[in-house]
């Protein structure tokens, strides 16, 4: 980290002589020379990495560490104009807005094109180019001019970093994103193993062929030269009762590739409000573009359900959020996978969409015995009148309850320190999961 820090210094004093060469420019002094980049040490950060890979110009870099300098020195911009302007006064051409929280100037674009360009109006345009949608800028989501409102100049929108390139910049690494407004999705794990796992034979063989297509898709896209013929993702449809494994896979599944899994509940994306939706569906997919994650939907119903006929605005828009979300998961590169509890409550025009459907049905008698077997702790002692196969035979239940059921069981083994189960103890803890399902033996 020192040569990072030994970098960013260089960096935030060569920045320095530019802004203060622009002012010095405007105030008709000798000043603001040509850019050149600066000089950085071999370290291997992303601030280092940058040039080989985007090959940035002088200007460019420019107005990437504009946006970042506030990230580490608040006072960046109120400093250097203080020196410059010691008697204050206002200073529009300088652009720059004050934050809800932040206390010194956030740079904006005509910050940038002050700096850059001052009165020359094509150097102006440059820089707004610079800043558009088209520049590598957005489309590698690193730097983009924050939306202003409706009349007022594109370009006085606050220049805003990546908030993961600005963590990586300053501490080295990039955490989790955390649930939030901004972030729908939360990062799921797992310590268990395939073998854990008990599915349906055949729906065990598709799952298989999600992870053929994990391991060999880059492969098939650019050795066999696909990528202009079929779209890039994989989506999948994971439909079956509660508690029957399809969060599991999709947990494992990342496991198994070394992928990240966030779950997105649509339940708590949807919003009210028109627009909102897309937004929150947006953030979600720009921080997720360049991060190969599996995305996986789970209460997609509440998105993707049969659609009525378009009887008010409100239809209307209900419309547009799903066509929104396909278009969001049809250009996405990774994995993306819905879940619902019945296939039935998908739209039919939607399945098309998928390349794989996979049921996840009740455990039959063979499958409950194995969850069974395996559920259960070497540790607990099992009474000789417990035979699994008639406990399976008997009860019908997911493998979500059937684990519920022997946690309960070893904690009042563990409270009672007898460390053992009878089979009265056991039917009890099943009559009691059933009363929780609502169910009647």
Known sequence: MKSNSANIESVCDWLTVIVAGSLRRKLGEAGGDSVRLPHLSCENSWLVALLPQHHPTSEEFVVLMLAFAP???????????????????????????????????????????????????????????????EHWFAKKHILWLEPVREGEPIMSGRLVMNQEIVEELTVGTVSKPRFSAEFPAEYIETDMTWDDLVLHPGTLRQIHEIKNWVTYHETLLDDWDMKKKIKPGYRALFYGPPGTGKTLTATLLGKHTSKEVFRIDLSRVVSKYIGETEKNLSRLFDRAESKNWILFFDEADALFGKRTDIRDAHDKFANQEVAYLLQRIEGYGGLVILASNQRGNIDEAFIRRFQTIIHFPMPRLEERYEIWQKAIPKQLEIAEDIQWQQIAARYELTGAAIMNIVHYCAIEALADQSCAITLNQLESAVLREYTKEGKIV
């Open 71 to 133: 990230h580490l020195l608040p006072d960046f911009f109120n400093r250097i104009i203080a020196e410059h302007l010691p008697e204050g006064g206002d200073f529009p051409e300088f652009g720059g807005v004050k934050g809800t929280n932040h206390r010194g100037l956030l740079p904006t674009g005509e910050t940038a094109q002050f700096i850059l360009a001052g009165d020359d109006l094509e150097k102006r345009l440059e820089v707004q180019r610079m800043l558009s949608s």
